[in-house]
């Protein structure tokens, strides 16, 4: 049972690398073709870039990352209906006693940054209290220093043994992850940064374009094999 789980997974793996290529094509194209907001583009992208100025230039905050990482799997934990044992947390890495797992579980920190999402949720509630100008600018700039964090340091603890990813294996984990950051990425830009986006079409049109390279590549290799 075991080992034809990981076969499916693997398998499961595979098929979403072109969906991989296509929603990366997908939000490339959306960058170059939407109508930015006047202001708020500026924040968000200066929260980014001082976060790699304090990320090369000062210590890292991995402890920060660490404890976000760990809530992260209990948020999901009890979302899915389990409970949470115990947390901890320390500059070597942390752990999570749950009583429920499941992929997403184990993955969610790798592809759903909690810091960005609580800017996010305050970005909301100021706007449905009608607050403007520094409260939502403050908001949307640590918007951007926040999904920098999420994304460098997870792309460096990537890196290292994590026991998430040998759970899952590699396969099924890597694609999944790259695909839920490009998807929570194009969120942002609807939410902070574009004027008249819509968010269902793009994951419409990243699964068109994925299916149209996808059969543009079977059918050349269906031609080579053939004139072969």
Partial sequence: MMMANKILKILFGLMLVPFCIGFAWQLAAT?????????????????????LFIHVLFKKPVF??????????????????????????????????VTKSNFIITL?????????SI???????ARA????????????????????????????????????????????SYPLIFLFNIAFAAFLMKVYLVENMDYLSFLTNGIIRTLHYLFIYLDKTYAFIHAS
């Fill in 64 to 97: 920060t990352y660490v404890i976000g990482h760990e809530l992260t799997h209990a948020l999901f934990a009890l979302l899915f209906g389990g409970s949470v044992k115990s947390i901890h947390a320390s500059h070597r890495g942390g752990r999570v006693t």
């Fill in 31 to 51: 960058v170059f073709t939407v109508r930015y907001r006047p202001d708020t583009p500026y924040y968000f992208l200066a929260g980014g870039l001082t976060y």
């Fill in 119 to 125: 800017a996010l949720i305050l970005y909301w509630t």
């Fill in 108 to 116: 969610a920190p790798y592809f759903f940054p909690l810091y960005t």
């Fill in 129 to 172: 209290a009608d607050a403007r100008g520094m409260a939502t600018d403050v908001l949307i700039f640590l918007s951007g220093a926040t999904f920098a964090l999420h994304l460098v340091l997870t792309f460096v603890f990537l890196h290292t043994d994590q026991n998430d990813i040998r759970e899952e294996g590699a396969i099924f």
